[in-house]
């Protein structure tokens, strides 16, 4: 059974950083898209970053306009964990982070069949 667990939410400072992770089991994810979405309240599930398998470079990235230059996704396939390195964090980045993980994942939430619970980030300026 597919699990993904995200951790390393927490309270930081406008300005500050913050790493979350995303551990997977129940399976190998080296070649599945894994995805990271954010959902702050009131509003709908918003597309953060993608990080996908490429039989050339190893993995290719994705980023939404509003993280770009400040988030970085990465991946370790040793460890089927996902990681967002989250620099520069202004208070519209607070939401709850999910992890996804899908075959075939891209920018839409409907993409992935696989969620984990979240995690709490909150900004505060």
């Known amino acids: 059974q597919v699990q993904l667990v995200e951790s390393g939410g927490g309270l930081v400072q406008a300005g500050g950083s913050m790493r979350l992770s995303c551990a997977a089991s129940?399976?190998?994810?080296?070649?599945?898209?894994m995805g990271w979405f954010r959902q702050a309240p009131g509003k709908e599930r918003e597309f953060v970053a993608a990080?996908?398998?490429?039989?050339?470079?190893?993995?290719?990235?994705n980023y939404a306009d509003s993280v770009k230059g400040r988030f970085t996704i990465s991946r370790d396939n040793a460890k089927n964990t996902v990681y967002l390195q989250m620099n520069s964090l202004k208070p519209e980045d607070t939401a709850v982070y999910h992890c996804?993980?899908?075959?075939?994942?891209?920018?839409?939430?409907?993409?992935?069949?696989?969620w984990g619970q979240g995690t709490q980030v909150t900004v505060s300026s």
């Open positions: 996804a993980a899908d075959p075939l994942g891209d920018y839409s939430a409907d993409d992935y069949n696989y």
């Open positions: 990080i996908r398998w490429s039989r050339w470079s190893g993995g290719y990235t």
């Open positions: 129940g399976r190998t994810f080296s070649t599945w898209t």
